[in-house]
C-alpha cells in the first residue's frame, strides 16, 4: 500500500491521533513514516516589531520545543512497533518540492484541527 509516509506533527492530540494511524498503516505495508516538525518564528511577527523588543532566542526555544515534540513522536513510532525518522525544519516554503516528499512519495498525512 502505503511505502512512504509523511507525517507533520506539533504535539497537539489531533496530530498523535493522525500519527498513530500513519505508523499504523506503515505496519501494516511495511512502509516508513517520516515525521516533521516545522517551525517559524515569523509566524509570531505582526509586522510592527520595531518598537517591540522579544526574546533574543525565541528561534532556539522553537527548535528546542521541536526536537522535543520529534523525541516524542519517534518514541510513540518505537513503542508501535513502526520504522520512522525525524526531520526538524526552521522554514516550510518550498521545504516539500526541495526534499522532504521523495519524488515518488506514497502519502502525505494532513492534520487539521479539530
Known amino acids: 500500500m ?9 504535539g497537539s ?3 498523535t491521533k493522525a500519527l498513530q494511524a500513519a505508523l ?13 516538525h516545522l517551525i517559524d518564528a515569523t509566524a509570531y511577527l505582526s509586522g510592527s516589531e520595531q518598537m517591540v523588543s522579544y526574546p533574543t532566542d525565541l528561534a532556539g526555544s522553537m527548535r528546542h520545543g521541536g526536537k522535543k515534540v520529534l523525541a516524542d513522536a ?9 520504522q520512522a525518522d525525524t526531520q526538524l525544519f526552521g522554514r516550510f516554503a518550498g ?7 521523495p519524488p515518488l512519495g506514497d502519502l ?6 479539530e
Not at 26 to 36: D, L
Open 13 to 15: 492530540q489531533t496530530a
Open 95 to 101: 521545504r516539500l518540492a526541495g526534499g522532504v516528499v
Open 108 to 113: 502525505l498525512v494532513q492534520v487539521l484541527a
Open 2 to 10: 502505503y511505502k512512504r509516509i509523511l507525517v507533520p506533527v506539533d
Open 74 to 82: 519517534l518514541g510513540l513510532a518505537f513503542a508501535m512497533g513502526a
Open 24 to 36: 499504523q498503516m506503515s505496519k501494516e505495508s511495511g512502509g516508513v513514516v517520516r515525521i516533521v
